[in-house]
């Protein structure tokens, strides 16, 4: 497992084995680089925002306001930031599954 990057706020909610839950806090200009994850699934809940949810094979980006929700499957490389740099605060649960962080070769 590669670590994780440096962003403003990172508070674990509950962490058993196969499931965790955190909430993320993302600066301005910060983001969580191109990464997959071998077998979670990352469901996004934005608290505060506009935060966007970047991904490769399918592209596609998406933008997510308070309230919005999103999930990116095992596998699928993924990019998280706030819309034109800014803060972001979100909820993330990952699972069902070990986790990891593979930070992706294309970025």
Do not use: N
Request: aromatic letters at 6%.
């Amino acid at each position: 497992m590669s670590r994780s990057p440096t962003i403003e706020g990172r508070e674990v909610i509950a962490a058993v084995k196969g499931l965790r839950t955190s909430i993320l806090t993302i600066g301005p200009g910060q983001c969580v680089p191109w990464h997959h994850h071998s077998e979670v699934t990352d469901t996004f809940f934005c608290i505060e925002g506009p935060m966007q949810v970047e991904t490769r094979f399918p592209d596609a980006r998406r933008i997510l306001t308070p309230g919005d929700t999103t999930a990116v499957p095992p596998g699928q490389a993924h990019r998280v930031s706030g819309v034109d740099e800014g803060r972001c605060k979100f909820l993330i649960i990952q699972g069902v599954g070990d986790y990891d962080y593979i930070p992706d070769s294309q970025s």
